[in-house]
């Protein structure tokens, strides 16, 4: 969907989030940035694991939520009154505590719900991330104005 | 689903969580098990907010997931090998600070899959929880063996 | 949610479904018409069937999508621009051929998007329909613009 | 997912339609299949119309839930007990009478469940079938043995 432009560049997100959500500081990075597609990373806390080591249901849908956030934020811009109205997951795999990477891929920027893909997985040196085995996948729908 | 029975009840899952999940304590309280309805009740935290005083997505995520899960623990008992295997929210009405409610309506127990319906709501004395009007709906669904 | 009117009743959709959707004629009957709720019957063909006298999957979508379309229908009048914008269901027990039941309940009308939660299940002198064992589950949203 | 192979071709997954579903003969066409992706194409009747050209839900639902089906059966094979086990679809953009694609992809061939993410489109000579834009997108997850 190369014919979207940004309002926001990952570094114009990142100023923004500071200013009005200073909390979600250090929970995530965003690695990259385009009108197409935004791609988060997140080093797994002792908190956020199962026991067994899994990483906890609620971590991997925050993190989808996140990724989905960014690139509407990139796709609107600072003004942005967007909100989620619905999030469908499915758990596909087992998720390893270390580092998780999620990729938000726009589907439909409409002009009252923006529709995104998100892809979850881990990545580390042994075994890069690989979207298609995801140990998730998500459909997150915001919508731009209140439902 | 009356013709269902519990094999662990309200006091079984509390110190059955307690074992397995203590990070859990304290996150939200079990205010009745049934074998058709689990009901939790959640204070929330700061940490929880987004700007406005809204109840962040990803907390009515996790409490949901965590009513269902409540509900799954006390019909298939300490032995259970279940896990999230997929979850549809749609986010219908602003969420408050203060106290919330998730009710998760067992509509399924199947051989390898348990369907829950979960609706979720604030409770306060001037505006008491109101399951036909919840501020999100729930469908969770858990596998109980390894997907 | 008694404080909602509806702008048409069940007579007033079918005749505005025999205008404007003729060929839905005969398909399902609309049992009863509330602001809260819409139920719909059908009658399975042997072209829904699939072997072995399994109702098909998209039978059972198309009829929760039609009870909630009749509600969409009652509560926004004969001008009502809406579409199904998603649509989410699990499929649970086995259908089996003869009267299907739809009640499709209202859980949110808001300005762009409403919200429904559809049960359906079989219908017998045998075995009456029970909402508490639905053979399917669906959460169907429709939105009053285009999307 | 190259690493996974199909036990039946397009040709075999045609045959065993032909004997166990007969009904379904014609109403789409198998253009390809792969242990990674099915596609299929379908010609809109004039009976999946709704006023004003655009395809019914419930036919792109359908089409989904086929699609996914084909892949399922290639991959499993004529003795396949798989059923839906759930769908959920977001609709998109307004498809048109004419030609129809659906591009079921594997995300993950599970034990009890089989998961494939489906995007459904358009296609014509002056607008080929872009996987970016689809009309719709779809998440269906297929049992492997009853629910």
């Given at each position: 969907m190369s014919d979207i432009e940004l309002l926001l560049d990952a570094d114009g997100v990142r100023a923004y989030l500071l200013e009005?959500?200073?909390?979600?500081?250090?929970?995530?990075?965003?690695e990259s940035l385009s009108s197409g597609m935004a791609r988060l990373r997140k080093q797994t806390l002792p908190?956020?694991?199962?026991?067994?080591g899994t990483v906890s249901g609620p971590t991997l849908m925050a993190l989808a939520d996140s990724a989905a956030y960014v690139l509407v934020l990139g796709l609107l811009g600072r003004a942005a009154l967007a909100v989620t109205s619905s999030l469908h997951i499915d758990f596909l795999r087992r998720p390893v505590e270390g580092e998780l990477i999620a990729e938000a891929e726009l589907v439909k920027l409409g002009r009252s719900l923006v529709t995104t893909s998100v892809r979850l997985g881990n990545d580390s040196p042994a075994k890069p991330f690989d979207r298609t085995k995801p140990v998730a996948i998500v459909s997150a729908t915001y919508s731009r104005a209140l439902v």
């Open positions: 009005v959500w200073p909390q979600v500081n250090g929970a995530w990075q965003i908190s956020e694991l199962r026991p067994g």
